[in-house]
C-alpha cells in the first residue's frame, strides 16, 4: 500500500518561509520522481518542484531562486523549502510520486503521476 502524507502548510505573512514535509510509505523515494503540486480554486493544477531518484531537481520558473526540493532517503522523505513566498503562492499543495525513476520535463500538471498525497494548505497574505 502505497501513501504519501504532506504536512507544514501553514499561514504566512508575504517574505515568510515555510518547509512542507512528504513522508512516503510503500515506494522507496529513490527509486522514483517525486512532485510538489499546488491547486488554487478556479486555477488549473501546476507543478511546483520535482525531484527524481536520481537527485535532479525541476522548478517552476517562479519558484526558481527561492524554493528547495530535497530529499531524505533514510526518512523516506522529500522536503520543500519555500523562501520569500508570496500571496500567488498560496494553494493546495499536494505531494505525488511517478513511478520512474527520472522526471518529466517540464514538470507539468500532474498526468504522469501515479499516487498522490491529501495535500497541505499554504495561506500567503500580503
Known amino acids: 500500500q502505497v501513501s504519501l502524507a504532506e504536512s507544514g502548510g501553514d499561514s504566512v505573512q508575504a517574505g515568510g518561509s515555510l518547509k512542507l514535509s512528504c513522508v512516503a510509505s510503500?515506494?522507496?523515494?529513490?527509486?522514483?520522481?517525486i512532485i510538489w503540486f499546488r491547486q488554487v480554486p478556479g486555477k488549473g493544477r501546476e507543478g511546483v518542484a520535482s525531484?527524481?531518484?536520481?537527485?535532479?531537481?525541476d522548478y517552476l520558473d517562479s519558484a526558481k531562486g527561492r524554493f528547495t526540493i530535497s530529499q531524505d532517503i533514510f526518512k523516506n522523505t522529500v522536503y520543500l523549502q519555500m523562501n520569500g513566498l508570496k500571496p500567488e503562492d498560496t494553494g493546495m499543495y499536494y505531494c505525488?510520486?511517478?513511478?520512474?525513476?527520472?522526471?518529466?520535463?517540464?514538470?507539468?500538471?500532474?498526468?504522469?503521476?501515479?499516487?498522490w498525497g491529501q495535500g497541505t494548505q499554504v495561506t500567503v497574505s500580503s
Open positions: 505525488a510520486a511517478d513511478l520512474h525513476l527520472n522526471c518529466l520535463n517540464p514538470i507539468g500538471t500532474g498526468a504522469q503521476a501515479d499516487y
Open positions: 510503500g515506494i522507496r523515494i529513490h527509486f522514483a520522481c
Open positions: 525531484v527524481g531518484g536520481d537527485g535532479n531537481t
